[in-house]
Structures are given as C-alpha cells and as structure tokens.
C-alpha cells in the first residue's frame, strides 16, 4: 500500500481525488489544504509520495518543492498544475519533481494518470532505495528492471544495464564502458544534459526530463524520457539515471495527429454526404426503435397472458404460497416485466440530440413529481443556470430525489446548488440522512444493484454520459448522501436563456 500526501488549497478536488485514487488498490491518501500544514506533517509521518497543486496561497507548489527536497530529500513529488503552465512544469522539473500531470477536464482519465505516475514514481524510488541498502547487488537487481538504466561520471559511462546496451543497439555492455555519454545523445540536446549534470554532480540535485533524443549505435534517434539522481557507486560520486523509450509512443502520437488532420481535411469537404449519412442514420434508428417497440408490445401481451394463467393457478392451488414452482414462477414474470421497462428506458437515451435546459427549472420540475412527504427539498441554483445534456435529464434528479426520500432514513432535507472547481462546475444534490456506505459508492451506479428496479441510478450515469457529465457519490456514511455531477466547461452555461 502507498500512502500518499494530497496538498490542494481546493478542498473539494482534494476529496474527488482522494476518492479516485483510493479506487486504486495500492494507494491510501491523506489531505491537506495547506503547504506549511504539509511541511509540518511530513516531520511526523512517513509518506512514500507527495502530490501538490502548484497555485495555493502562502506557499506555492514551487516553493513547496524546493523546500520538500531541502527538508526531506528524494521523496517522489508529483506536481498537480492546471493546463497553460509549461513554465512552471520547467521549473518544477528543474527543481527536482519526479513528474507532472495536467489538472482539468474530465476528473476519471486525469486522476487515472495521476495514480499511474504515483505507482511509478514510488516503484522506481523502491529500487533505488534497494540499491543504496544492498550495492554488492547492484548489478544483478539493476538487470531485472525493463528501464534502461545507466551510471556515468558525468562525462562517460560507468556502468550500463542490458536494457540500456539493448536500447541503443550496442553489441555488449564493454562496447558503451567508458565511452562518452554525449555520443550517445543528439546533438541538438547536449547543452540541456550539461546542465543536468552540473545539477546531479556539482549542486547534488534530481533531474527529471520529459523530451530526450539518445542515439543507437547507428546514429538512430531513440524518443526517451529521463529521470536522474546523484548516487555512490562503489564508494565513488556518480548520477544514475533511468531511461524510458517513448519512441513508440511518439510515433502513435505522430499518426493519430495525421490522421486526425486527414479526417479533418475529408470532413471539411464532405459535409453533404455526412448530412446524408446522419439522414440515413436517423431513419434506420427509427426503424429500430418501431422494431422493438412492437417486439416489447407483443412481449408485453404474452406475459398478460401468463399472468392471467398464474392467477388462475393461484386461485385454484390450496395453498399457493406453499408452492415453490408457482412462486418462482410469479418471481420470473416480474423480473421479464422489469427487464421490459428498463429497455424501454434506455433506448430513449440519445435518440434526440441534446438540449440546452435550465438547472433550476430541472430540479423544481423533478420536484413536483416527487412525494416527499415531510422531506423538504431546498433549490439554491441561480434561474437561468444551464446544462448541455440529453433530453431525459430530468429523470436524474428525479431518481436523485425519490432515492434519498425512499432510502435516506432519518433525513429530513435535499439540497441541491452550484460549486466550481478547476473551470468544471460541479451540480451537488445533498442530504442530512443515513448517506451510503463506503463499499457502495460505485456499485449503486450497477445495473440490477439496489432494493427497487436497480436501474435508476445506472441510467442516470448513461443519461449524463451522453455530453461527457460524470457523476459519483462522496458522502460520509452516516453523515447524509452527497452526489456530484461534474458539468465540463462545454457543457454548462451561465444565462441558458440567451442561448442561441
């Protein structure tokens, strides 16, 4: 298990991030809201990463860095920025920060990324550690791990593993012992490697670099990202430093960019036939839709039917209850009849393109609909707050509220308003009831998982899913249920009514 130090001023980031995080099976997060708090912290408990925002008042997220590898040496950092900040991912690189990872957007891939650059960044600390314990068996460990790795001088090779001989296509590791570590490296990045190495060996600080060109034997480019630490080899001052071939990578990259640009290109010039298609589509979806419509109206006779025969088998039995194969029976009709609904439901979702809708008219409409009996519903969204979504909407806050006034036990009010975090908007539906248990926080989301239909919630998540909304549970159990939906920047709009 990693345990991991969170520092974002953000409070509610800090809790989305934790909660994706933790759905990763090595990771536990503490969280904080302040860099001299986490100083602070740091002096009393051991943590195996730290994770930082960069723009936080009093300390910023450089500050911070510095102050971490002052204090407490090579413990992985992993700076948490926003997007438009390549100057301060420089700097933060320069100071020593083992990777970066770009905040905004969609909070499921970023906070995925960000639990793999944890993963990575600990298991490659590990390895050092493991090093610096036991260097009688430096080499035999160095030569199981898929990195290339090599030592130097800063001038010339000391000390290479197979995957770095296997990288640049040498013969064998006496071929690269002792031979200049520049000519292994483009030309065109000598100047930034001299600055490193006057950072590992004369200033005694970790480098990390994003962008590398090495060069195989034959003069070939190799794509690479690098990280580089002082260390003793041999009793003897050296840096070590890990590579990763990107080559790979970069090229994918370079075809997905031509590609898109070649889609483009036929796109711009093709919108009639695309009109056309989208015609096409429409009409075969139509068909499809009337296909099952009558197959579920038909469906929808047959079980009438057997109901009517189970009736009468009930009626006739002496005791029905004590009749195992008619319960069974009466128990596989209702589900057929729920399975009939639900795909009634679900093919609805997306059939009409997505609409502009007022937030507070949504809510307040889902509302009247509602018996919430002594449970009060509270709409603090400003009139005119608008959401980008599919047509059926509504039937999310619906099922948000007649979930809290079914289940919620002791609750005795659902409140519904507008936060905002890193350019998304977050749309929250809280309540002071029972709230969920931990171990159900993404499993109320499955099809078939709950005490009614088991549907509600799932279609929710496909409702929303249609214009890239998210939504998750971050309660306290005990403490009231407290549902986020995550509006990305494109679709949410202040005044909806001005929308053209």
């Not at 970066?100 to 906070?111: E, I, M, R």
């Not at 490697?193 to 590398?212: F, M, Q, Y």
């Not at 057929?336 to 979702?349: A, N, Q, V």
Request: net charge negative; proline share 3%.
């Amino acid at each position: 298990m990693y345990h991991i130090l969170y520092v974002d001023d953000e409070k509610v980031l800090l809790d989305i991030g934790k909660l994706y995080l933790e759905r990763h099976s090595q990771i536990s997060v503490d969280t904080i809201t302040s860099a001299r708090e986490a100083l602070a912290l740091l002096d009393s408990t051991l943590y195996d990463a730290v994770v930082s925002d960069y723009q936080m008042p009093e300390m910023d997220g450089i500050s911070f860095l510095k102050e971490v590898r002052k204090r407490f040496g090579n413990i992985p950092f992993i700076l948490f920025t926003g997007r438009g900040r390549e100057e301060v991912v420089i700097e933060a690189i320069d100071n020593g920060a083992d990777f970066y990872v770009q905040k905004g957007g969609q909070s499921l891939p970023q906070f995925a990324e960000l639990a793999h650059k944890i993963t990575v960044a600990v298991q490659r600390r590990q390895a050092l550690d493991a090093l610096v314990r036991n260097e009688k068996d430096f080499e035999s460990l160095v030569e199981y791990i898929p990195d290339a790795i090599y030592i130097s001088d800063g001038e010339r090779f000391i000390y290479v593993n197979t995957a770095f001989v296997r990288m640049v296509g040498a013969v064998s590791s006496d071929q690269l012992t002792g031979m200049s570590i520049y000519d292994r490296i483009h030309p065109d990045y000598h100047a930034l490697i001299h600055r490193r190495v006057h950072l590992i060996h004369v200033e005694g600080k970790p480098s990390g670099l994003k962008d590398l060109v090495y060069l195989k034997t034959d003069g070939t480019p190799v794509d690479v990202e690098s990280s580089a630490v002082p260390f003793q080899f041999h009793g003897q001052g050296a840096g070590l430093v890990i590579l990763r071939d990107i080559s790979i990578k970069k090229r994918a990259q370079e075809e997905l960019r031509k590609l898109y640009g070649e889609l483009e290109n036929r796109v711009a010039g093709r919108t009639a036939e695309l009109s056309q298609t989208q015609e096409a589509y429409r009409k075969a979806n139509e068909k499809l839709n009337l296909l099952s419509s009558i197959t579920r109206h038909d469906i929808n006779n047959q079980i009438t039917l057997l109901w009517g025969y189970l009736a009468r088998l009930r009626k006739n039995l002496p005791d029905p209850a004590s009749n195992e194969d008619l319960q069974k029976s009466i128990t596989a009709a209702q589900n057929i009849s729920s399975i009939i609904r639900f795909t009634k439901e679900y093919e609805r979702i997306g059939v009409n393109a997505p609409v502009w809708q007022d937030l507070r008219i949504l809510v307040d409409t889902a509302a009247a609909k509602v018996s919430p009996g002594t449970v009060r519903i509270k709409n603090d969204i400003s009139s005119g707050t608008g959401i980008y979504a599919d047509s059926l909407v509504i039937k999310v806050f619906y099922n948000l509220m007649d979930n809290a006034v079914r289940y919620g036990g002791k609750i005795t009010t659902i409140r519904f308003m507008v936060e905002e975090c890193d350019g998304d908007h977050i749309v929250v539906c809280e309540d002071d009831g029972d709230g969920i248990a931990a171990a159900d926080k993404e499993r109320i989301f499955e099809r078939g998982f709950g005490r009614n239909t088991g549907m509600g919630l799932f279609l929710a998540r496909e409702i929303l899913s249609i214009t890239g909304i998210i939504i998750c549970e971050t309660g306290v159990s005990g403490n009231g249920a407290r549902f986020e939906i995550v509006v990305p920047k494109h679709a949410y709009q202040v005044n909806v009514n001005n929308h053209e």
